[in-house]
């Protein structure tokens, strides 16, 4: 008789958008933790509070009922979304903005971690991390980026300026 062990695929590390990462608190719990980067996988509490990070890591979901913190973010916020979901509004934007004045990312991952795509300094749509991604939905922009890299882009509706502008004012 075989016995067959079924092992859940490992979860990846976070990969921050501008290494090295700051303390990071990781709210999605679809990574491992990883050097400054914790994963609190039951979402914002005491423990994360704890940490103080510099950066959060969210869903817009969990970001959109984050209570107000005691101390400012002095790195980055960084917008989780999986395949399917639509990319952030400028207004959805500019509301982060309002929160946290530190400059915003996105990033699209599988719920293993895995990174499929990702905002660059550039802000100027996110960059296509894994080849097999189904840009269904998104517009591709394969123009090099102001970051120096040529991985093809996806855009969301509205304009790249607007949203450099609403990511760093
Ligand atoms: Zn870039």
């Known amino acids: 008789m075989k016995l067959i ?7 990846r590390a976070f990969v921050y958008p501008i290494p090295p990462a700051p303390p990071t608190a ?7 933790s990883q050097g400054a ?3 609190f996988a039951r979402g914002w509490g005491h423990e994360a509070a704890a940490y103080r990070p510099a950066a959060v890591a969210a869903t ?3 970001f959109d009922c984050l209570p107000a913190l005691a101390f400012p973010l002095t790195h980055a916020v ?15 934007r500019r509301r982060l903005w309002n929160m946290f004045r530190v400059p915003i990312f996105e990033q699209i991952v599988r719920k293993n971690g895995t990174l499929l795509a990702a905002e660059c300094e550039a802000h100027c749509g996110l960059h296509i991390e894994w080849p097999d991604l189904d840009p269904a939905g998104w517009a591709v922009d394969p123009a090099p980026c102001g970051c120096g890299r040529k991985a ?3 855009k969301p509706a509205l304009e790249a300026e607007e949203i450099a502008a609403a990511a760093a004012p």
């Open 26 to 32: 990781v709210l999605a719990p679809w990574f491992r």
């Open 78 to 92: 960084i917008v989780l979304a999986c395949p399917g979901d639509a990319l952030l509004t400028l207004q959805q």
């Open 5 to 11: 062990v079924r092992v859940a695929s490992p979860k």
């Open 60 to 62: 817009w979901d969990q």
């Open 152 to 154: 093809p882009r996806l």
């Open 37 to 39: 980067v914790r994963v």
